[in-house]
């Protein structure tokens, strides 16, 4: 055998064992990335759980739509100079977790974690080993966050100032399927139990949702250049999927015809235009929705 086959068959099992490391290192940070990997390190019970694709809205131009060139607020334009961050331009995507104990989030983007610790020190918060911790606008609001990847920040605000430690191991998978759209809304059946939590006009729809196991929203393309906010919710019987049908539909028409009594027509820059557009379909025992939204609604809630 010669010398320069003795060497290949010395490195060939190398090159394939470093082949097989890679792959599996590939996998695995594939799997770690995976919004339902991800997912199990947010509180979901009893809470609001969104996720945004931010990568997709900025690529599809929504994002700059949503955002507008509006000037920036003083106050986040010198968080933006001190940090180097600008959610416009590093964020790529985001979970967030509304619960009773307070909120947690999960971003993935660009960061400068040296200038981040700095700023959390200026505004006189500490940092250890990673973990920052700072008061928020109120003394029982207070910030933690710490990377999870250098890519993947995990941030919490609430009463407990290691709250963002909570998101550093997985827990239990997510009680629903992760939506495939670039931005949704799962509300739970327990966040469901309490509508104060929720915007006074959507109230009569969040208490007529109360007997579902939980409700998913998702944004969507609709026609003409509009919006689409799509609703799936599963129901415990076929019966009660055909009673929050007509209940939903009731709603619709009765705020229909208040704006009518009024002499007014339901607007689309408003949350009137969207909720008297709602149409409702049955399918064993889960129920369809879908509300239009206008760019000019889109355009106002940015605001």
């Not at 010669?2 to 594939?30: H, I, Q």
């Not at 509304?98 to 200026?122: C, I, M, Q, T």
């Not at 990673?130 to 009463?159: H, K, N, Q, Y």
């Amino acid at each position: 055998m010669s010398l320069s086959r003795k060497k290949l068959f010395v490195l060939a099992p190398l090159v394939a064992a470093a082949a097989g490391g890679l792959m599996w290192y590939g996998l695995a940070e594939r799997q770690f990335y995976a919004p339902e990997q991800l997912l199990r390190r947010l509180p979901a019970d009893d809470a609001i759980v969104a996720g945004v694709d931010f990568a997709a809205l900025r690529a599809s131009g929504v994002l700059a739509k949503l955002t507008g060139v509006a000037a920036l607020e003083s106050e986040y334009r010198a968080f933006v100079e001190q940090t180097g961050f600008d959610y416009q331009r590093d964020l790529d995507g985001a979970l967030l977790s509304l619960h009773p104990r307070g909120v947690y989030l999960l971003a993935r983007g660009r960061f400068d974690w040296n200038k981040l610790e700095a700023y959390a020190k200026s505004q006189g918060g500490a940092c250890f080993n990673r973990l920052c911790r700072l008061t928020g606008s109120r003394p029982e609001r207070r910030i933690s966050f710490f990377p999870l990847r250098r890519d993947l920040m995990a941030l919490a605000v609430s009463d407990d100032g290691y709250a963002a430690t909570r998101l550093n191991q997985p827990a239990a998978p997510p009680p629903f399927a992760v939506p495939g759209d670039p931005a949704w809304v799962h509300l739970t059946a327990g966040a469901l139990r309490d509508p104060a939590r929720f915007p006074e006009g959507t109230r009569l729809f969040i208490q007529a949702l109360d007997i579902t196991e939980g409700v998913t929203l998702t944004l969507g393309a609709g026609g003409a250049g509009a919006f689409e906010l799509r609703m799936e919710a599963p129901c415990r019987s076929a019966r009660e999927a055909e009673t929050l049908r007509g209940t939903l539909e009731k709603i619709t028409s009765v705020l229909q015809a208040l704006i009518r009594r009024e002499g007014q027509q339901a607007s689309d820059a408003d949350l009137s235009g969207v909720l008297t557009s709602g149409e409702f379909t049955l399918q064993d025992r889960t129920v369809r929705g879908r509300w239009r939204l206008t760019a000019q609604f889109l355009e106002q809630l940015a605001k």
